[in-house]
């Protein structure tokens, strides 16, 4: 069996096996974090990056089998893949959205927002991919969902900022500048999906690790700070 392995295949794998491994990291420390603090708007945070990592991880398998196709069709795959990474940026924004308002809102209420708001997405993005007669292929679905995330993580990080400005705390100073950088790659995903330009392709690659790599810092500190009493 004769493989043919593209640069594309190679960067998406690189990065899906990355986000996997960083993710995971956030997800441990962030469920560590919670069981301090108990906020419950961080637990609809810490279900986010969790869900990431699933997700991560369905597009590591696409891209394996890409790479190596035992298995005749794995769109289905990325579309898993694409579809988990709206629902997770749909509980970090819903997250952010109670972040201040915890006394108004019961655990139940967050979570079930978050997926009421997740379904809507879904609804509106078929409704919308189903506006023709032809079927539908999977680059439309790919320019939807980067655009969602693109727009979740934009609010996601102006919302960060604007908690920073209203209280800094050094320890965290690096968040907006995280969610930033996820949402420059989720845009840059959503101009590949149109282009197909390798440096695109690139730029998301190397902004949305840098952006974990940012929030691991993030993490470091806390725990640090937390042991240090």
Not at 52 to 61: D, H, P, R
Not at 196 to 211: E, K, N, P
Request: hydrophobic share 55%; charged share 10%.
């Amino acid at each position: 069996m004769s493989i043919m392995v593209s640069e594309t295949d190679l960067i998406f794998l690189a990065l899906n096996l990355t986000s996997v491994f960083i993710t995971s990291i956030l997800t441990v420390f962030l469920v560590r974090f919670y069981r301090y603090f108990h906020y419950i708007p961080l637990e609809n945070i810490v279900l986010g990056f969790g869900i990431l990592v699933v997700s991560y991880s369905f597009g590591a398998a696409y891209q394996i089998l890409r790479i190596f196709p035992v298995v005749p069709k794995t769109n289905l795959l990325l579309l898993i893949n694409l579809a988990l990474q709206t629902l997770a940026f749909s509980f970090i924004t819903v997250g952010y959205i109670f972040w201040k308002q915890e006394k108004k809102a019961s655990r139940l209420m967050i979570l079930l927002t978050s997926l009421v708001f997740f379904v809507v997405i879904l609804a509106v993005l078929s409704a919308l991919v189903y506006t023709s007669d032809a079927i539908p292929d999977f680059a439309a679905w790919m320019e939807y969902f980067h655009g969602v995330n693109f727009a979740l993580l934009a609010f996601v990080a102006v919302k960060s900022f604007r908690n920073y400005v209203a209280r800094p705390d050094v320890r965290s100073s690096t968040v907006p500048g995280a969610f930033t950088l996820l949402a420059v790659s989720q845009y840059s995903l959503f101009i590949w999906s149109i282009d197909r330009g390798t440096t695109s392709l690139t730029l998301g690659a190397i902004c949305r690790v840098i952006g974990f790599v940012l929030f691991l810092r993030v993490v470091f500190v806390q725990r640090r700070a937390a042991i240090n009493g």
